[in-house]
């Protein structure tokens, strides 16, 4: 079958786009995929290095309903529509999938217009506006939650789990010390925090980490510590004026890769993030005890949804940014040392909630299309 993969922006979109490329793979070898992005975001360089066919169309973010950009956004999304449709006949496309981004709403609406059958992956609690207009038109979508299906209706609506790249959840034979002794200066028996504010980072975490992290080192705990490429200087300047050094436990990285990023799920003992659905999947499907720190200014406040769900089913923990301070975080984290148990049961309880086969559910969805 020849399936056309939309999303870009993000790790967020890009990521659950490539594992269902790997999916269809193994589920149909013999089909033909092709990767439809944004020209300036991310999966430019992401997803011809995981070697997929890829091309680039016009897309931009629209910040505000009704603002000066709008025009220019509109002008860009039509761009990126007749592009894509281009793109789609000359590849003789017979589905498209979005899985989330302003590039995937251009090839989505040229997918329909074409009369083929399409797939979204909507995996936040809440919804986003261009999932919400897709889901009109959408074959099948597919959710995280339950508590998604009103949004969309019984009849296409498939809870999934969200797709997730191959070897992110390292084989059980990978203990966590072995995990901490591949990044150097991380101590193989000490308790390990990970902190990542999504794939770009997100400096708000990065300053109540930094606050709180000589308390954290003093008590014994290392942090490994994503700060995201545009904030890693600045990270790093900040960090060593208040002493931290990857020698008394504190490393921060730019970015973890994909061979990084298992690594570091399965080396911490607890996650400092972000409540993007991408992230918390992850940490769902590795069993890792998640603090959730949403970005207040995500749309429809989403990814507080996302962190409320996750509490609720006592995988993690929700703590809104504006009333968390470093040294409550600090204190937090060091009770949560104090208590395995505790540990133990949000580990369990993220597993149960997250669903390792997402990504072969997502693509034998595709091919019964």
Same mark, same amino acid.
């Given at each position: 079958?020849?399936?056309?993969v939309?999303?870009?922006? +993000?790790?967020g /979109?890009?990521?659950? #786009?490539? $594992?269902?490329?790997?999916?269809?793979e193994?589920?149909?070898?013999?089909?033909?995929?092709l990767?439809?992005?944004?020209?300036?975001? @991310?999966?430019t360089?992401?997803?011809?290095e995981?070697g997929v066919l890829?091309q680039?169309?016009?897309?931009?973010?629209l910040?505000?309903l009704v603002?000066?950009?709008?025009?220019g956004?509109?002008?860009s999304?039509l761009?990126?529509?007749?592009e894509a449709?281009?793109?789609?006949?000359?590849?003789? =496309?017979? #589905?498209?999938?979005?899985t989330?981004g302003?590039?995937a709403?251009?090839?989505m609406?040229?997918?329909?217009?074409?009369g083929?059958? +399409?797939l979204?992956?909507?995996p936040d609690?809440?919804p986003?506006?261009?999932n919400?207009?897709?889901?009109?038109? !959408?074959?099948?979508v597919?959710?995280?939650?339950p508590?998604s299906?009103?949004?969309?209706?019984k009849?296409k609506?498939v809870v999934?789990?969200?797709?997730l790249?191959?070897?992110i959840?390292l084989?059980?034979e990978v +203990?966590p010390?072995?995990?901490?002794?591949?990044? +150097?200066g991380?101590?193989p028996?000490?308790?390990?925090v990970?902190?990542?504010?999504g794939?770009?980072?997100?400096q $708000?975490?990065n300053n109540?980490?930094?606050?709180?992290a000589q308390?954290?080192?003093? =008590?014994?705990?290392q942090? *490994?510590?994503?700060?995201?490429?545009?904030n890693?200087?600045?990270v790093?300047?900040?960090?060593? &004026? *208040?002493?931290?050094t990857?020698?008394?436990?504190?490393?921060p990285?730019a970015?973890?890769? !994909?061979?990084?990023m298992?690594?570091a799920?399965?080396a911490?003992?607890?996650?400092?993030c972000?409540g993007?659905?991408?992230?918390?999947s992850?940490? @769902?499907?590795?069993?890792?005890? &998640?603090?959730?720190?949403p970005?207040?200014?995500?749309?429809?406040? /989403?990814q507080t949804a996302?962190?409320? &769900?996750?509490?609720?089913a006592?995988?993690?923990? /929700?703590r809104?940014?504006?009333?968390?301070?470093?040294e409550?975080?600090s204190?937090?984290?060091?009770?949560?040392? &104090?208590a395995?148990?505790r540990l133990a049961? @949000?580990?369990? #309880?993220?597993? #149960?909630?997250?669903? $390792?086969?997402? =990504?072969e559910t997502?693509?034998?969805l595709?091919?019964?299309?």
């Open positions: 079958m020849r399936v056309v939309s999303g870009g922006g +993000t790790g /979109h890009i990521f659950p #786009a490539l $594992a269902v490329v790997e999916a269809l193994r589920v149909d070898p013999e089909g033909e995929r990767y439809i992005g944004g020209s300036t975001g @991310m999966e360089q992401i997803v011809p995981a890829f680039a169309v016009t897309a931009k973010k910040r505000k603002s000066p950009g709008t025009v956004v509109a002008w999304l761009k990126g529509y007749r449709r281009t793109y789609l006949k000359a590849f003789k =496309a017979e #589905a498209v999938v979005g989330g302003y590039v709403g251009a090839a609406l040229a997918g329909v217009t074409l083929l059958p +399409t979204i992956l909507a609690l809440i986003g506006r261009t919400r207009l897709l889901g009109r038109f !959408a074959k099948k597919c959710l995280v939650f508590e299906i009103p949004a969309f209706g009849e609506s999934t789990g969200l797709p790249r191959s070897g959840v084989p059980s +203990t010390q072995e995990a901490r002794c591949r990044f +150097t991380l101590r028996d000490a308790f390990t990970l902190v990542a504010g794939s770009q980072g997100a $708000a975490v109540l980490v930094l606050g709180a308390d954290l080192l003093a =008590a014994g705990v942090i *490994l510590h994503q700060t995201g490429p545009k890693f200087e600045l790093t300047e900040q960090a060593k &004026a *208040l002493g931290l990857p020698e008394k436990g504190y490393l990285l970015f973890f890769d !994909a061979t990084q298992p690594l799920l399965r911490a003992d607890i996650f400092v972000r993007g659905i991408s992230t918390l992850e940490a @769902m499907a590795n069993g890792l005890p &998640a603090m959730v720190i970005l207040p200014s995500a749309y429809a406040d /989403h996302n962190a409320r &769900a996750l509490e609720k006592g995988a993690g923990l /929700h809104a940014e504006n009333s968390l301070t470093a409550k975080l204190t937090e984290i060091l009770e949560l040392r &104090a395995p148990e049961a @949000m580990s369990q #309880a993220g597993r #149960a909630l997250g669903k $390792a086969e997402a =990504a997502v693509a034998k595709i091919l019964a299309l």
